[in-house]
Structures are given as C-alpha cells and as structure tokens.
C-alpha cells in the first residue's frame, strides 16, 4: 500500500514538472480578439487585444477555449478560433538586432522592450526575426512567447 502511494505521488510530481516545461505559445489571429471572464459566449468580455500576432501562453483549456496569460500578467478566456501556431515573441528587455547570429556581427538596430518581433527561423540560441522595417538575428535570452524558448 504504501509503494502505491510513493508511486501515485512520483507520477502527479512527474506530470505536473513536465507540464511546466513545455509551455504551449499560441498566437492572436486576429487585430481584435475578445478576451472573457470564463470559457464560453455567454461571459462578458474582461478586454480586448488590438494586436495581430501577439503572443500568449496557453495555461487552461475548456473545450474550444483557451486560458491564457500574456507577458504582463493578463490573463482570461479565448476561443480557440481566435488562436494560432506561435511564431512570435515579445522583448523583455532592450536589445540589439544583428545582421548574422553572433555578437561580433554587424549590430542593425536596437530593439526596445516590449517590441512583438516575427519569428523566421531559429537556430541554437539565435532567432531570425522580423519587425516593421528590420530583418536580423537576436539571441533568445529575454524573450516572452514562441515556442523556440
């Protein structure tokens, strides 16, 4: 009996650290997208996102709802047709774009905090993004969303 619970506590342990470790990044679809109090139509909505591509982490699911959280702590409902693969991430912290993935490459520009950056391919600790006038390479550390983390 005893060897039973041990098992049954390793296992949730287990289940619930590897929950943890594979975040599930989604992405609006949308440049409006309605965020409710619950999972379903009939809850008023909390807010509205006005940012196509913005990405969030999906930390609930109730049928074809998705609770989600974004990289300031907001967090509510989403219907799932309202979401997509994610390949986006937002900047915690200012950084700098280079034009190759290695800090001894040319730098192209700054990018600030909170700036939503387009991911166009990754590779080891360097992504490939995109923003509204800029293509270069950032290295992933303080980044929020993809994922590529």
Same mark, same amino acid.
């Not at 049954?8 to 289940?15: E, G, H, M, R």
């Not at 989403?78 to 390949?87: A, D, E, N, V």
């Given at each position: ?6 098992? +049954?506590?390793? /296992?949730? =342990?287990?289940?619930?650290? $590897?929950?943890? @470790?594979?975040? !599930?990044?989604?992405?609006? %679809? ?47 409902? +989403?219907?799932? /047709?309202? =979401?997509?693969?994610?390949? $986006?991430?937002? @900047?915690?912290? !200012?950084?700098?774009?280079? %034009? ?50």
């Amino acid at each position: 009996m005893f060897k039973k619970i041990i098992l +049954i506590t390793v /296992s949730i =342990l287990l289940f619930i650290q $590897s929950g943890y @470790a594979n975040d !599930k990044f989604l992405m609006l %679809k949308n440049d409006k997208v309605n965020v409710r109090y619950g999972p379903s139509f009939d809850y008023p909505i909390k807010f509205v996102y006005k940012k196509i591509q913005l990405p969030i982490k999906v930390i609930d699911k109730k049928e074809n709802f998705r609770r989600i959280i974004d990289h300031k702590n907001n967090s509510g409902w +989403i219907h799932i /047709s309202q =979401l997509r693969k994610s390949k $986006s991430f937002v @900047a915690l912290k !200012k950084k700098i774009l280079f %034009k190759k993935p290695s800090k001894f490459s040319k730098p192209l520009a700054k990018i600030d905090k909170g700036r939503l950056l387009i991911v166009k391919k990754c590779e080891n600790n360097w992504c490939k993004i995109q923003t509204e006038e800029f293509n270069g390479w950032i290295d992933k550390k303080n980044i929020w969303g993809s994922n590529t983390n």
